[in-house]
């Protein structure tokens, strides 16, 4: 059957450190859901990391399945089969626990496609006895409302510790009835329970040098996004961004302690034959010993020709020295995030870097020898106007005359995204822009970005908007979701596959509109999340909303 679909690799399995255990001996089973193909889903660091850690248990057996190809979905639908997990091919319905990593909003028809081919009720009320219970957990969960329908709990924040506790309840015979297996779960901190949790305080791992990490992480067969190793240096960022939902969510700052992640790394390239390891984290330039750790493992692994790679670096403080360990092996481009194109603009929204030190720090770059420089920016933010928009425009253009002065092999590229107002960050309240006022500001952009040397790419207004409208949605958004299913959405993150004309006909049909969901909030408006706690409060944030940090 696999020959008669694309990258027939995505549903084989059997790669290089995967597990596989005894079925039978096992007294739980997850499956970890992603809502994406293969090839994403596997470069997902959490996804490894609860590999590893469930596995690691004696009596726990964690597998693996993926959002299947519209093609391969057909397939599974006219054959009458299920969807089944990589390792054991055990239909998903068998599992004890069907676990489905949130990472994007547009992944949420996937979640119904997998659930349906699974053979599983969408909807938590209608599920039996005898059925998995479904979990959902990571960045989306901040605010799970428009999918809670679906799901029987949640984890809110970092799941290293909490996992292991729902493990235990899960175990434990006595608790034989779903229901109460959901209220011994709603006893545990961090965990999510519709219909039975009234408040909810994110977890966190507190200790990160000693939290579980797998150093024996899944080899993909076909490339992934991320085809390469990677080692966690720390978790949060202390900028305070104010459209950042990961900066605020993920808070406090933790560091792994540099000998500990110089063994994993060891570990990591020894177990995996990766010729590329990444440090990441949201913001690696804050890593306490960065200049250090980057230069002592480019100098280990430069004679194996392994490449280190630092994704996430703030540009005002990139130094020379670190740009020229990143590049010892092989030239690359290096990505910058103005975010927006003039101070008076950056200082609204907190993004504490002046003109200055972007263009010290893309000097910089250029003088190592890197010719490819992406500036990622956002339309829309709050009090944009179009001087902020040429002042962008400006600022490309200024960096790439100054590339011409290193090299006649120069390319910048501008990414242009639209600014989503997400939860529990500073700007939760601010409305979000239309799909007219984002094709404007587009169009704006590339009429006044003169120099066409310079590549210009954005992102789909129609998919921004629908982003924007799960982002903060409610629960009245979950038979939305199951009409544009229906009607044949599916892989809406993938431009290719989007159809924005199924999402307006299933808003219409349940008679919802979904600009509504756009629209400002006043600080005292009731907001679907409130009761989830991320350790900031509401007030904290609003005052953070007009200054430049709490």
Same mark, same amino acid.
């Given at each position: 059957? #696999?020959?008669?679909?694309?990258?027939?690799? /995505?549903y084989?399995?059997?790669?290089?450190?995967?597990?596989?255990?005894?079925?039978?001996?096992?007294t #739980?089973k997850f499956?970890?859901?992603?809502?994406?193909?293969?090839e994403i889903g596997?470069?997902?660091?959490?996804?490894?990391?609860?590999?590893? @850690?469930?596995?690691? +248990?004696?009596?726990v057996?964690a597998e /693996?399945?993926?959002a299947?190809?519209?093609?391969r979905?057909e +397939?599974?639908?006219?054959? *009458? &089969?299920k969807?089944k997990?990589l390792?054991?091919?055990?239909p998903?319905q068998e599992?004890?626990?069907?676990?489905?990593?949130?990472?994007?909003e547009?992944?949420?028809?996937? @979640?119904?496609?997998m659930?349906k081919?699974?053979?599983?009720?969408?909807?938590s009320?209608?599920?039996?006895?005898?059925?998995?219970l479904?979990?959902?957990?990571?960045?989306?969960?901040? *605010?799970?409302?428009?999918?809670?329908?679906f799901?029987?709990?949640?984890v809110?924040?970092e799941?290293? &510790?909490?996992?292991?506790?729902?493990?235990?309840?899960?175990?434990?015979?006595k608790r034989?009835?779903?229901n109460?297996?959901k %209220?011994?779960?709603?006893?545990?901190p961090?965990v999510?329970v519709?219909?039975?949790?009234?408040k909810v =305080?994110?977890?966190?791992?507190?200790?990160?040098?000693?939290?579980p990490?797998?150093?024996?992480?899944?080899?993909?067969?076909?490339?992934?996004?991320?085809?390469r190793?990677?080692?966690?240096?720390?978790?949060? $960022?202390? !900028?305070? $961004?104010?459209? $950042?939902?990961?900066g605020?969510?993920?808070?406090p700052? /933790?560091?792994?302690?540099m000998?500990?992640l110089? +063994?994993?790394?060891?570990?990591l390239?020894?177990? =995996?034959?990766h010729?590329e %390891?990444?440090l990441?984290s949201?913001?690696?330039s804050?890593?306490?010993r960065?200049?250090?750790?980057?230069?002592?493992?480019?100098?280990k692994?430069?004679? +194996?020709?392994?490449?280190?790679s630092l994704?996430?670096?703030?540009?005002?403080?990139f130094?020379?020295?670190?740009a020229?360990?990143?590049?010892?092996?092989?030239?690359?481009?290096?990505?910058?995030a103005?975010?927006?194109?003039?101070?008076?603009?950056?200082?609204v929204i907190?993004?504490?870097? =002046?003109? &200055?030190?972007?263009? &010290?720090?893309?000097?910089?770059v250029?003088?190592?020898?890197?010719?490819a420089v992406?500036?990622?920016?956002?339309?829309?933010?709050?009090?944009e106007t179009d001087?902020?928009l040429?002042?962008l $425009?400006a600022?490309?253009?200024r @960096?790439y005359?100054?590339g011409?002065?290193?090299?006649k092999r120069? /390319?910048?590229?501008?990414?242009?995204?639209?600014?989503?107002?997400?939860?529990?960050t500073?700007?939760q !309240?601010e409305?979000q822009i239309?799909?007219?006022?984002?094709?404007?500001?587009q169009?704006?952009?590339?009429?006044?970005l003169? *120099?066409k040397?310079?590549e210009?790419? !954005?992102?789909?207004?129609?998919?921004?908007?629908?982003?924007?409208?799960?982002?903060?949605?409610?629960?009245?958004?979950?038979k939305? @979701?199951?009409?544009?299913w229906?009607?044949g959405?599916?892989?809406?993150?993938w431009?290719?596959?989007f159809?924005?004309?199924? !999402?307006?006909?299933?808003?219409?049909?349940c008679g919802l509109?979904?600009?509504?969901?756009?629209?400002?909030?006043?600080?005292t408006?009731? #907001?679907?999340w409130d009761?989830?706690?991320t350790?900031?409060?509401?007030k904290a944030?609003?005052?953070?909303?007009?200054?430049n940090?709490l």
């Amino acid at each position: 059957m #696999l020959e008669n679909v694309q990258k027939p690799s /995505r549903y084989v399995g059997n790669e290089l450190n995967a597990v596989h255990k005894d079925w039978d001996k096992a007294t #739980l089973k997850f499956v970890l859901a992603y809502p994406d193909t293969y090839e994403i889903g596997m470069s997902n660091l959490g996804l490894q990391i609860l590999y590893h @850690i469930l596995n690691d +248990q004696a009596d726990v057996l964690a597998e /693996r399945v993926f959002a299947p190809w519209p093609d391969r979905e057909e +397939q599974l639908k006219s054959q *009458n &089969e299920k969807l089944k997990s990589l390792e054991s091919l055990k239909p998903i319905q068998e599992f004890n626990v069907v676990g489905f990593s949130l990472g994007h909003e547009l992944t949420y028809t996937n @979640i119904v496609t997998m659930l349906k081919l699974g053979g599983l009720p969408l909807y938590s009320k209608e599920r039996g006895e005898k059925d998995p219970l479904v979990l959902g957990g990571g960045p989306c969960a901040f *605010n799970p409302e428009p999918v809670a329908d679906f799901f029987d709990f949640f984890v809110i924040g970092e799941a290293e &510790e909490v996992l292991l506790e729902i493990v235990a309840v899960l175990s434990n015979g006595k608790r034989v009835t779903r229901n109460e297996q959901k %209220l011994a779960l709603a006893g545990i901190p961090g965990v999510y329970v519709p219909g039975i949790s009234q408040k909810v =305080t994110k977890r966190y791992v507190k200790e990160l040098t000693t939290a579980p990490y797998p150093l024996h992480p899944i080899v993909p067969f076909i490339e992934a996004i991320h085809d390469r190793a990677a080692v966690e240096i720390m978790r949060g $960022c202390k !900028w305070g $961004c104010k459209f $950042c939902q990961a900066g605020w969510t993920y808070l406090p700052v /933790r560091e792994k302690k540099m000998e500990t992640l110089l +063994q994993q790394a060891d570990a990591l390239l020894t177990n =995996t034959g990766h010729d590329e %390891l990444s440090l990441i984290s949201l913001s690696s330039s804050d890593y306490s010993r960065i200049d250090e750790l980057a230069r002592t493992l480019a100098k280990k692994y430069a004679p +194996q020709r392994i490449n280190i790679s630092l994704p996430s670096l703030r540009i005002n403080s990139f130094s020379v020295k670190l740009a020229k360990e990143v590049a010892r092996v092989r030239s690359s481009s290096i990505t910058l995030a103005p975010e927006a194109g003039t101070q008076r603009l950056r200082d609204v929204i907190g993004k504490k870097m =002046t003109e &200055e030190e972007i263009i &010290e720090g893309v000097k910089a770059v250029f003088a190592e020898g890197i010719d490819a420089v992406k500036l990622y920016f956002m339309i829309g933010l709050p009090t944009e106007t179009d001087d902020d928009l040429a002042g962008l $425009c400006a600022l490309a253009d200024r @960096i790439y005359q100054l590339g011409r002065t290193y090299t006649k092999r120069v /390319r910048v590229t501008v990414n242009l995204s639209t600014f989503v107002p997400k939860p529990h960050t500073p700007f939760q !309240w601010e409305r979000q822009i239309t799909i007219d006022e984002t094709l404007a500001k587009q169009r704006f952009i590339k009429q006044q970005l003169a *120099n066409k040397r310079i590549e210009l790419r !954005w992102h789909q207004a129609e998919a921004s908007f629908l982003e924007g409208v799960f982002s903060r949605g409610d629960r009245q958004l979950s038979k939305v @979701i199951e009409k544009a299913w229906e009607l044949g959405a599916r892989f809406d993150a993938w431009s290719e596959h989007f159809k924005f004309d199924l !999402w307006q006909k299933a808003f219409v049909e349940c008679g919802l509109d979904p600009a509504s969901y756009l629209a400002a909030k006043s600080e005292t408006s009731p #907001l679907p999340w409130d009761y989830i706690d991320t350790g900031i409060s509401k007030k904290a944030l609003f005052n953070a909303k007009d200054k430049n940090s709490l």
